[in-house]
């Protein structure tokens, strides 16, 4: 079983969709968790740390939930510009170490 | 402020040649970082410098791949020979003092004919 898994999609959306990814992670001793965006071709960029409590960034919630070991990212008002593809980060206990998962690329169209 | 500098951006090779990537990271970050991102997968980091010091090498195919920061600075990534398989992106990235907040260069892409 891979440690981070994730729907690699692709999902299409309208804009001003509101659109959510999942990912879940296999080490219940992970302890960290974060959102990274990676634009087609470029570098990923760290887009958001994920807190038990929840998270809001703008148009951006992340949350998670220990107990199923799932992570969420909610995008509301989906603009072209958030065409990408969102990377779920762990870090495993100990360690700080960023575990990639593979990814789910978003495509906002017109 | 400058970002993570990597050369070269792309690279053809053969099979069983060899080949080298560079990578200069933000001035001042301590933490150098080199992945592995095969595409449609996430990077996989193969090598943690702190300074000049090996932090985790755990995923680093040793036999072939082997990398260096001798300075503190500025870092390569080698491999030979290289295989059909070691096909991707090779990303450097560093950190100051927030080890989750990696910043990444652009990246070399390779590709092994």
């Known amino acids: 079983r891979k440690e981070v898994e994730q729907d690699p999609g692709p999902f299409n959306v309208p804009e001003g969709a509101t659109v959510a990814f999942n990912c879940t992670y296999s080490?219940?001793?992970?302890?960290?968790f974060f959102w990274y965006r990676q634009d087609c071709r470029k570098e990923p960029k760290l887009l958001m740390s994920?807190?038990?409590s929840g998270n809001e960034d703008g148009r951006f919630t992340a949350q998670l939930n220990r107990a199923s070991q799932y992570i969420s990212l909610l995008i509301r008002d989906s603009k072209l510009s958030d065409s990408a593809t969102y990377l779920c980060?762990?870090?495993?206990?100990?360690?700080?170490?960023?575990?990639f998962g593979t990814g789910t690329r978003l495509q906002v169209f017109p | 402020e400058a970002g993570v500098a990597q050369s070269p951006r792309y690279k053809i090779i053969e099979k069983r040649q060899s080949v080298a990537f560079w990578c200069n990271p933000i001035s001042g970050h301590a933490t150098l970082y080199w992945y592995q991102q095969i595409l449609g997968q996430g990077p996989k980091l193969l090598i943690q410098f702190q300074n000049n010091g090996v932090v985790d090498d755990s995923q680093l195919p040793k036999d072939r791949f082997s990398a260096e920061r001798l300075k503190g600075v500025d870092s390569t990534l080698k491999i030979q020979p290289a295989k059909l398989e070691d096909s991707a992106v090779y990303l450097c990235?560093?950190?100051?003092?927030?080890?989750?907040?990696?910043?990444f260069g652009p990246g070399t892409r390779l590709t092994v004919l």
């Open positions: 990235a560093s950190s100051l003092d927030r080890p989750y907040e990696q910043f």
């Open positions: 080490n219940s001793a992970s302890q960290s």
């Open positions: 994920v807190y038990s």
């Open positions: 980060v762990v870090t495993p206990g100990g360690t700080d170490k960023l575990i």
